[in-house]
């Protein structure tokens, strides 16, 4: 069964770059869409996008000027990056696999703080 | 962007049975919407119970069940156990777009 990881720094500063890389294991990244989502504390969930293995990518609109996913398919990985943060950025962030999640990684806490 | 819709939070009975919705400010929810269903327990990441309205993981118990019901998509449980007290989430599809509902809190009491 697929699992995913998410991996990358914990804080990051107000209106620097959030970069996060989620490891898909137990499967391959090809011909699949892979998701990006997050979940501010105490907060519901909130779509940020998806990504087929291809490269073709589809933002949420809200956040659609700030947020860059790419797949890097040799190294079986997909990755998120949103910039200019600012403290409302922080949240938990969650990879899945799906346009529409079926397996999800654990999920990481960013904080943006100085 | 489209406003989905959950109640906020819901009372069951252990071995009671109910009905979490799921509505769309667009309108009438419908198979096209694509529903899915989630839980999530405190501390933990969510899991998928239902996709594409009705379907199943292997690891949904038979209990939860999905459907479209009233002009929205509709999570069911019958005979909710302890160990389904959790936040539930459902998330529609707009075309491209994903929108996910504010989730509702069902206790089992």
């Known amino acids: 069964q697929v699992q995913l990881q998410e991996s990358g720094p914990g804080l990051v500063k107000p209106s620097e770059t959030l970069s996060l890389t989620c490891t898909v294991s137990?499967?391959?990244?090809?011909?699949?869409?892979w998701s990006w989502i997050r979940q501010s504390p105490g907060k519901g969930l909130e779509w940020i996008g998806y990504i087929y293995y291809s490269g073709s990518t589809n933002y949420n609109s809200s956040l659609k000027s700030r947020v860059t996913i790419s797949v890097d398919t040799s190294k079986n990985q997909f990755s998120l990056k949103l910039s200019s943060v600012t403290a409302a950025d922080t949240a938990v962030y969650y990879c899945?696999?799906?346009?529409?999640?079926?397996?999800w990684g654990q999920g990481t806490l960013v904080t943006v703080s100085s | 962007q489209a406003v989905v819709t959950q109640e906020p939070s819901l009372t069951v009975s252990p071995g009671g049975t109910v009905t979490l919705t799921c509505g769309s400010s667009?309108?009438?929810?419908?198979?096209?919407?694509?529903p899915y269903w989630f839980q999530q327990k405190p501390g933990q990441a969510p899991t998928t119970l239902i996709y594409?309205?009705?379907s199943k993981h292997s690891w949904t118990p038979a209990r939860f069940s999905g459907s479209l019901l009233g002009g929205k998509a509709a999570l069911t449980l019958s005979g909710a156990q302890p160990e389904d007290e959790a936040e539930y989430y459902c998330?529609?599809?707009?075309?491209?777009?994903?929108?996910f509902g504010g989730g509702t809190k069902l206790t089992v009491l």
């Open positions: 667009t309108g009438v929810v419908t198979s096209g919407h694509y």
């Open positions: 899945a696999k799906g346009a529409n999640p079926h397996y």
């Open positions: 594409d309205t009705s």
């Open positions: 137990g499967g391959s990244i090809s011909n699949y869409y």
């Open positions: 998330l529609l599809s707009y075309s491209d777009a994903r929108v």
